[in-house]
């Protein structure tokens, strides 16, 4: 089993930083895809960014360059540095690892921005 388990979220202004991470445990295979996907009231889960183990990454548009993806393979965790937020931006953060046959989630964290 794994287990992914998200820090970072808080209250933000419009213009500020927030840094996330996800740190996974448990059966992980070496080569995995990370993600970042985010959730507001009233909306779907989104796409934010992914990376792959690799380093390979994928960003949805509204991150816009202001998003920042990385990982940390040794520790088993991603990073979503994110600037310039704007009030768009709140909503609940999910971390996910997927591998070739399974999808893990992690909790999420809140993300507030403040106009």
């Known amino acids: 089993q794994v287990q992914l388990v998200e820090s970072g979220g808080g209250l933000a202004q419009a213009g500020g930083s927030l840094r996330l991470s996800c740190q996974a445990s448990?059966?992980?295979?070496?080569?995995?895809?990370m993600g970042w996907y985010r959730q507001a009231p009233g909306k779907e889960r989104e796409l934010v960014a992914t990376?792959?183990?690799?380093?390979?990454?994928i960003y949805a548009t509204s991150a816009g360059g202001r998003f920042t993806i990385s990982r940390d393979n040794a520790k088993n965790t991603v990073y979503l540095q994110m600037n310039s937020l704007k009030p768009e931006d709140a909503a609940v953060y999910y971390c996910?690892?997927?591998?070739?046959?399974?999808?893990?989630w992690g909790q999420g964290t809140q993300v507030t921005v403040s106009s």
């Open positions: 996910e690892l997927e591998t070739t046959n399974n999808d893990y």
């Open positions: 448990g059966s992980i295979f070496s080569a995995n895809v």
């Open positions: 990376i792959t183990t690799f380093g390979g990454t």
